[in-house]
């Protein structure tokens, strides 16, 4: 199994820096060849998303109940680029409305647990909110975000190990 984590830029409105995000699909915001008939983020022969280990989901939404901490369950898209600014923002908007959060690892680690069949999720906390000052406030929060990760997956690999 595998437990991605780290950081992420906060699309969903209730969140805020340090508040935790839970995948329960990946896919790429960047990737575009909607010409050959894929939909917006996939790639030939792949599926659209990389849907997350329920069994994987359930743990993490239970140490988070545990730690009383806010979080949001959903989609989190990956690219090749950090957001900071209304283009970039506006177009992940547009094509993936649904979306909670936004980095740049965990879709191409979904991608490979899906290649090869092993469960994952993606837990990851909230350094900034992907906008105009993305770029101020992640370097003055990552630390939060990072203590609050490391949180998290203390917590949730005490739980898978002990059930």
Do not use: W
């Amino acid at each position: 199994m595998i437990i991605n984590t780290g950081s992420a830029g906060g699309l969903a409105p209730t969140l805020k820096v340090g508040d935790i995000v839970v995948s329960d699909e990946a896919r790429y915001h960047d990737a575009d060849v909607t010409a050959f008939g894929y939909e917006y983020g996939q790639l030939p022969g792949c599926p659209a998303g990389f849907k997350a280990d329920d069994k994987l989901i359930a743990a993490a939404e239970a140490c988070i109940a545990e730690l009383n901490l806010n979080a949001v369950r959903g989609l989190i898209v990956s690219g090749d680029a950090f957001i900071n600014g209304s283009v970039g923002l506006a177009k992940i908007r547009h094509n993936f409305p649904q979306a909670i959060a936004v980095e740049m690892e965990a879709t191409a680690i979904a991608h490979v647990c899906h290649n090869f069949n092993v469960p994952f999720v993606v837990v990851r906390a909230i350094s900034d909110v992907a906008d105009q000052q993305s770029h101020l406030s992640f370097d003055e929060f990552l630390a939060v975000a990072a203590k609050q990760s490391s949180l998290m997956v203390e917590s949730l690999v005490q739980k898978l190990a002990h059930g």
